[in-house]
């Protein structure tokens, strides 16, 4: 089995914003499906393991891009795995057009497998007896020349929003979806921001689930450093989660972000 | 060229709710998806009429299932245009599962070309010499057995709701797309109803556009005919738009829609 995975998709009407370009959600949600596709056929996938009652769950994505996929362009994206550790293990994207090959961007990915009944981590390298290994492809035998996932922190975070949740939020697992909170996100943004600017660099740790009927707290920090026309260089973006109305001191904190602009 | 044009699609694991079936959005996606590819395939395409300054817009979609498609599915959808006059065009939809071949349900849809500088709607008829008459399957030729769109007509709307509107909810034109108001309706439902019940029928009416910053406020009439455990066999949703903070007397009506449970 060749260790990359390659999966192919044509950019929808109603998967494009108002400048015509891929939502940054839609091109997420593409790369789960690479990635899941990559795990399935290597007998890694959430359907298999859910017999073993293990479970792929997603850390961390870093996504960043020269150039978003426009209305109708043919996109490949291959994925693989550049390394596996005890507990987590690195998956990277290529995203490229189909017709002419050139390069979008890249992507990475951090992944932990947990056990279904106590939601606790596994250990990677002694499932299935380490077989995973056998698909990993080092930064040297195949490069993803993006920087690895940086470290979000507010010191001075801004409240912005409170979001309620509802049946669309949800995935099959009753847990907001992952796709969900990248919208989420993008929508503190106003249209201007969105006509001037384009995201270079797109990062989201998650941290705890939240769940139909919580309400999600939204929090942000712009960067000091600002584009020439006075925009700030990117935005760190924090939801907190309240089970029933929102209270003060807010709730945990469930997914971080960053934004940069370009 | 074939009347019918065929359309397939896998039901991914973001695509589904929390009890593992499609989104009614997502699927309207997939045949708006169809409909598209049979146009464009037969000349009458956006992309191709937009050349000579027309476009189609989707004026009412009705969906009535036996069952929804489930997680990992694989479905395909046939599109057929079964009438055509001056002003409006009725293309239809099956949905069956491609492996077994059984049918989840039918569509119904209305549509009218539009030019994009008048925003007038143009002779159907006469565009392109009547060339969109060959494609005509006639009800007798490709039945499509399921009820025509209602009248939406709400006597006592009580208001449920304001959503305002972001960047995740606008379309390629700037207008909210008419997925986002599929999704906007049935989060009006709380969890239980969704646990208890799936939806038979869903219409919905598409009168006005909207924009981004549009905040838009969900009115909604259940029916006197209950189900057997209580709850309203269906309910009539009214979406009104208010340009800046909502106001009395509500703004002008955007969207109608029906959910019929089962």
Redesign the interface.
């Known amino acids: 089995m060749e260790k990359v995975e390659r999966y192919s998709f044509t950019v929808?009407?109603?998967h494009?914003?108002?400048?015509?370009h891929l939502?940054m959600?839609v091109l997420g949600?593409h790369l789960?499906?690479a990635a899941?596709r990559h795990s399935h056929n290597r007998g890694w996938g959430?359907?298999q393991l859910n017999e073993v009652h293990y479970t792929w769950v997603l850390s961390r994505l870093s996504i960043e891009l020269d150039e978003m996929p426009a209305?109708?362009e043919h996109v490949e994206v291959e994925t693989w795995v550049e390394s596996v550790m005890k507990l987590f293990t690195e998956r990277n994207f290529l995203i490229r057009n189909a017709d002419d090959g050139r390069i979008y961007g890249y992507a990475r990915s951090i992944w932990a497998m947990i056990d279904v009944e106590t939601r606790q981590p596994s250990n990677l390298l002694e499932l299935k007896d380490g077989d995973i290994l056998r698909y990993v492809l080092t930064a040297d035998e195949k490069p993803c020349p993006i920087a690895k996932h940086g470290r979000i922190r507010l010191s001075q975070p801004e409240h912005l929003r409170d979001v309620d949740t509802?049946?669309?939020?949800?995935?099959?697992?009753?847990h907001i979806?992952?796709?969900k909170y990248i919208?989420h996100i993008?929508?503190l943004?106003p249209?201007s921001t969105?006509e001037l600017h384009h995201i270079r660099r797109f990062e989201i740790a998650y941290k705890l689930e939240s769940y139909?009927?919580d309400t999600l707290s939204l929090y942000g920090e712009p960067s000091a450093e600002k584009l020439s026309d006075g925009q700030p260089r990117s935005c760190q973006v924090e939801i907190r989660k309240h089970v029933g109305a929102p209270a003060k001191p807010a709730g945990e904190t469930i997914v971080q972000a960053l934004i940069a602009w370009e």
């Open positions: 929808e009407p109603f494009v914003d108002f400048t015509g939502f959600g949600n789960l499906n899941g959430i359907d209305q109708y509802y049946y669309s939020d949800v995935d099959i697992n009753g979806n992952s796709i919208e993008l929508d943004f249209r969105f139909l009927g």
